[in-house]
């Protein structure tokens, strides 16, 4: 290997490209809602009457296309993946739909999810690698113990809607939960 021709620096970064330390508001943030067709969708309602009122856009990711409780569904669970949204809540405990495959990795030892949507699940593992806010409330809730991500840093969990929104917005001003994972 040749000699480096240049003497390698250690630069600082820069605070105005930096994300990490400041709060941030909450304008035009993505926020995925995941809605089950028997889950809280008074709630989801609710939730998302407040996220447009902060300036935020609600996207709502159900089993199918169409319309859940009357709302429009803009991402399915196949289609919709953690990188297109900055916060993912949860409103209620999605069953497998006959599309879902199970588990992949049976053989290799990972646990068959038969009490929530596989792919509901990854969307949860994926928002929690990215240390993404995560928020679930009534039903919702067990999502979060299937995915593996209950009460860590960033997953907000609550009895109701707004009070879950209440906590995820204090958190996603930072814009990452960057205290998930040490350096």
């Known amino acids: 290997m040749p000699e480096p021709t240049l003497e390698l620096v250690d630069s600082e970064p820069s605070p105005a490209l930096s994300q990490v330390g400041e709060a941030w508001p909450p304008d035009g943030r993505m926020v995925g809602i995941v809605v089950d067709p028997d889950g809280d969708l008074a709630g989801v309602a609710?939730?998302?009457?407040?996220?447009?009122?902060?300036?935020?856009?609600?996207?709502l990711?159900?089993?199918?296309?169409?319309?859940v409780g009357g709302m429009a569904v803009q991402r399915t669970f196949a289609t919709a993946r953690s990188v297109e949204f900055d916060v993912v809540l949860v409103a209620g405990c999605p069953v497998p739909a006959p599309d879902a495959l199970p588990a992949r990795d049976a053989?290799?030892?990972?646990?068959?999810?038969?009490?929530?949507?596989?792919?509901?699940?990854?969307?949860?593992?994926e928002a929690y690698r990215h240390c993404k806010v995560i928020g679930a409330w009534g039903a919702g809730t067990t999502v979060l113990?299937?995915?593996?991500?209950?009460?860590?840093?960033?997953?907000?969990?609550g009895g109701s809607a707004t009070e879950v929104l209440d906590g995820v917005q204090e958190q996603m001003a930072f814009h990452r939960v960057w205290e998930r994972f040490t350096a």
């Open 61 to 67: 990711i159900g089993p199918h296309g169409g319309e």
């Open 145 to 157: 113990d299937a995915a593996g991500v209950a009460g860590t840093p960033g997953v907000e969990r």
């Open 107 to 125: 053989k290799a030892g990972a646990a068959d999810t038969t009490v929530v949507d596989p792919r509901v699940v990854l969307l949860l593992e």
């Open 46 to 59: 609710e939730v998302r009457t407040a996220i447009f009122g902060a300036g935020m856009v609600p996207l």
